[in-house]
């Protein structure tokens, strides 16, 4: 009770609406499986700390799971929606089944050409590299991850060809010697020095890739780590182990059979054909010129499928995935029950979908799976779409399916989205404004929406000043309220009071803290407490004040007005930025959608005070590619260093570097029949044939070289025609 000024005791009950009740929701969160209803849900996500392991996290969190399940969730039904560890452990059995079957595939390609127990042998180098390199992969502190797994792969092919060429070399001399233990002697002094410049060429090659910067240098840090240390322990492999191997595998005296017949005679006509076609071609200077025009155009033709858009470029193509994110946005300042309204709107198309396996809703919130997500507030919401294990359809499928069944929902912001196999980034397009006059900024970006909009490839075209509405202004004027003897601050403090209301107190209990709320009735017809600031502005004006002289009304103190309200204001360089920006469809490119853009660039007629800049995914591909190309140029300058000290000659090792950029003729041509992009791992890819071509390239010119000077010292010796030809 509260003592009036005449000592009369009055209730609270007598003055005020009392309610013992919840705290206003400001979530609400729902899950469906099997196409049953939705039901309320307690949603709980939990986060790994950096360096966790998220398959340990995984596993030991299902187990708390289990555990109260008889106890604190006894009746209760628990759905795991996403589990980051199991998808971790996916990704790891399906690259340790591609590592698997690479390994397969070279032993039968070995078994095919020169034998089963050398096979056996070359396969036997790659897990022992593997063995090696993990123990350096630890001890640099570096994980087994995605990333790294992804390297061993790529290095798979480059290792193996160590242990192949002393494996074949072996083969070859045991016929001439008679004798494995001579045989492996006379391969190692012939090829050790040779394959440890090319497995260092190739090193130098992935070297420069630890300062590739930006985003998608931190993605792949990993990388050269891995390859580096597969590499330096392949040479161990091929050099130290392969011979041992070999001497305990290969018998020199062993029965033919009629395999090795066969293998013999396809060996020697092979050998026998290609010897006819490379004499004829060395011998002719017309089938020369034939072949280096031939090259030449073959060369500029590759390059001109890019140019062309032939082969697309696209750092991280769109992989499938386990799941896809619904995100509902509605304007500035939507309550959250009008937000539910469009969310079970969308769970009613949700639950005919065949192909969806659960759903989980969100209301008041966006997801954090997707970029820029994880904010609060009441005109969000985000559902995440459990797509069936067995189905007929990807998910890039599924997220188009799902827009069309979708559209029809036009009072709310839809956007369907997935995650990607790259690292975190934002929007594919991304065009900035900078300039110091907001309505400048706002007038660009308006026009540069209706333009995006209008290219084909694009959807979910937004602009950073999206979330900008009117707002309600309340000048008060601070000479009638200092003769009232109030001040602004004041003013301001019961504006706030009746309208978010004040914790008066706490009320404490052995389990809750409850608190008591205070706020003003500005609506007498409210049905829920929530409800007392649907209001209007005329009883904000006839809300009374008390001051020193008497009660006067707000609306005497105040002016009000509706104004564009900002809800943030970016910068960037000391400059006001605002930007528009969109996701691509189909087999769209950013590139492709951002060079449509600048052609109509004109049609902005942008102020004097405003510039332009282009980012997102097309700047993240232009810095990557431009540092890869540089990486890729450093790696060629080692190279030519290595080269250099292993044959003493600059003209020889530049003909075995101009071997490498006529390698796009196969690469680029493999990537325009397959339909592919040029990625990221399709460079990584490219930097590491060009490690191969090098490899086998220093073998092949070394043993040129001593051929020619074993000859020289003979009477009757080859010429270098008859060498090469040899």
Same mark, same amino acid.
């Given at each position: 009770a509260l003592q009036s000024p005449s000592g009369t005791l009055v209730y609270l009950r007598d003055i005020a609406t009392v309610v013992d009740g919840l705290e206003s929701p400001r979530t609400y969160s729902r899950v469906s499986v099997g196409g049953e209803p939705s039901e309320n849900a307690l949603t709980l996500a939990v986060y790994k700390k950096s360096g966790g392991d998220v398959t340990t996290i995984a596993e030991l969190t299902r187990a708390k799971i289990e555990e109260l399940k008889g106890s604190l969730l006894l009746g209760a039904q628990v759905v795991v929606s996403i589990d980051g560890g199991?998808? =971790?452990?996916?990704?790891?059995?399906?690259? !340790?089944?591609?590592?698997?079957?690479?390994?397969?595939?070279?032993?039968?390609?070995?078994?095919?050409?020169?034998?089963?127990?050398?096979?056996? $042998?070359?396969?036997?180098?790659?897990?022992?590299?593997?063995?090696?390199?993990?123990?350096?992969?630890?001890?640099s502190g570096n994980t087994i991850?995605?990333?790294?797994?992804?390297?061993?792969?790529?290095?798979?092919?480059?290792?193996?060809? !160590?242990?192949? =060429?002393?494996?074949?070399?072996?083969? +070859?001399?045991? /016929?001439?010697?008679?004798?494995? /233990?001579?045989?492996?002697?006379?391969?190692?002094?012939?090829?050790?020095? %040779?394959?440890?410049?090319?497995?260092?060429?190739?090193?130098?090659?992935?070297? %420069?890739?630890?300062?590739?910067?930006g985003t998608t240098g931190k993605f792949i840090k990993s990388i050269p780590f891995t390859i580096i240390f597969v590499l330096i322990a392949s040479i161990f492999v091929a050099l130290g182990m392969v011979p041992i191997l070999a001497t305990v595998l290969t018998k020199h005296h062993e029965k033919k059979n009629r395999f090795s017949e066969m293998q013999e005679e396809w060996f020697i006509k092979t050998q026998s054909w290609y010897k006819e076609f490379l004499g004829s071609m060395l011998a002719s200077r017309k089938y020369q010129n034939r072949f280096l025009l031939g090259i030449t155009l073959a060369f500029v033709g590759s390059i001109l499928l890019v140019?062309?858009?032939?082969?697309?470029?696209?750092?991280?193509?769109?992989?499938?995935?386990?799941?896809?994110?619904?995100?509902?946005?509605?304007?500035?300042?939507? %309550?959250?029950?009008?937000?539910?309204?469009?969310?079970?709107?969308?769970?009613? $198309?949700?639950?005919?979908? %065949?192909?969806?396996?659960?759903?989980?809703?969100?209301?008041?919130?966006?997801?954090?799976?997707?970029?820029?997500?994880?904010?609060?507030?009441?005109?969000?919401?985000?559902?995440?779409?459990?797509?069936?294990? &067995?189905?007929?359809?990807t998910s890039s499928e599924a997220v188009e399916l799902l827009r069309a069944d979708l559209a029809h929902v036009n009072d709310a912001t839809i956007k369907v989205t997935q995650g990607n196999n790259g690292p975190p980034g934002g929007k594919p397009v991304l065009i900035k404004f900078k300039g110091d006059d907001l309505n400048a900024l706002s007038l660009a970006t308006d026009?540069?929406?209706?333009?995006?909009?209008?290219?084909?490839?694009?959807?979910?075209?937004?602009? !950073?000043?999206?979330?900008?509405?009117?707002?309600?202004?309340?000048?008060?004027?601070?000479?009638?309220? !200092?003769?009232?003897?109030?001040?602004?601050a004041q003013v301001a403090q019961i504006l706030r009071t009746a309208v978010s209301g004040v914790v008066a107190t706490t009320i404490k209990k052995q389990e809750d803290d409850i608190d008591i709320l205070v706020k003003l009735d500005l609506n007498e017809n409210f049905v829920n407490p929530e409800d007392t600031v649907k209001t209007n502005l005329d009883s904000i004006k006839n809300l009374p004040i008390a001051t020193p002289t008497g009660?006067?009304?707000?609306?005497?103190?105040? &002016?009000?007005?509706?104004?564009?309200?900002?809800?943030?204001?970016?910068?960037?360089?000391?400059?006001?930025?605002?930007?528009?920006?969109?996701?691509?469809?189909?087999?769209? +490119?950013?590139?492709?959608?951002?060079?449509?853009?600048?052609?109509?660039?004109?049609?902005?007629?942008?102020?004097?005070?405003?510039?332009?800049?282009?980012?997102?995914?097309?700047?993240? =591909?232009?810095?990557?590619?431009?540092?890869?190309?540089?990486?890729?140029?450093?790696?060629?300058s080692l190279m030519l260093a290595i080269l250099v000290l292993e044959f003493n000659s600059f003209r020889y090792s530049l003909y075995l570097l101009m071997a490498v950029p006529l390698s796009l003729i196969g690469v680029l041509s493999g990537l325009a029949v397959t339909g592919l992009a040029l990625s990221f791992s399709a460079m990584l890819g490219y930097i590491a044939l060009a490690g191969v071509i090098i490899n086998h390239a220093i073998i092949l010119l070394d043993s040129i070289i001593h051929r020619l000077e074993h000859e020289k010292e003979s009477p009757s010796g080859l010429n270098l025609f008859d060498i090469i030809v040899e």
């Open positions: 199991e998808r =971790v452990q996916k990704d790891l059995r399906e690259l !340790s089944r591609t590592g698997l079957e690479t390994v397969l595939l070279v032993m039968i390609v070995l078994f095919l050409t020169i034998g089963w127990r050398e096979a056996i $042998v070359a396969g036997l180098s790659i897990p022992l590299s593997f063995v090696i390199a993990f123990i350096g992969l630890y001890a991850n995605f990333i790294s797994l992804f390297s061993l792969i790529l290095a798979i092919g480059i290792l193996v060809d !160590s242990g192949i =060429v002393v494996a074949e070399a072996i083969h +070859t001399r045991i /016929k001439k010697f008679g004798n494995v /233990k001579e045989a492996a002697v006379a391969s190692i002094n012939e090829y050790a020095w %040779p394959l440890i410049a090319g497995t260092m060429t190739t090193v130098a090659v992935f070297f %420069p890739l630890f300062f590739l910067s140019s062309f858009g032939a082969v697309k470029v696209q750092l991280f193509p769109q992989d499938d995935q386990d799941f896809v994110i619904v995100t509902v946005e509605k304007p500035e300042g939507t %309550p959250l029950q009008s937000t539910d309204l469009v969310v079970r709107e969308i769970e009613e $198309v949700l639950y005919e979908e %065949p192909y969806v396996s659960s759903f989980v809703s969100a209301v008041g919130a966006s997801s954090g799976l997707v970029d820029g997500g994880g904010g609060a507030n009441t005109k969000l919401a985000n559902i995440t779409v459990i797509l069936q294990d &067995e189905r007929t359809i026009k540069a929406e209706r333009i995006l909009s209008a290219i084909p490839g694009t959807q979910d075209v937004e602009t !950073s000043l999206r979330d900008d509405g009117t707002q309600l202004e309340i000048t008060i004027d601070r000479s009638k309220a !200092s003769r009232y003897g109030i001040t602004t009660s006067i009304l707000l609306g005497s103190l105040i &002016e009000t007005g509706v104004s564009q309200s900002r809800a943030s204001i970016a910068h960037e360089d000391q400059k006001r930025i605002a930007s528009v920006s969109s996701d691509v469809k189909g087999k769209t +490119t950013a590139l492709e959608v951002v060079s449509a853009f600048q052609k109509k660039e004109l049609e902005l007629n942008l102020d004097t005070t405003v510039q332009i800049d282009y980012g997102g995914e097309s700047e993240e =591909v232009n810095n990557t590619f431009r540092d890869m190309i540089i990486a890729l140029l450093a790696g060629l």
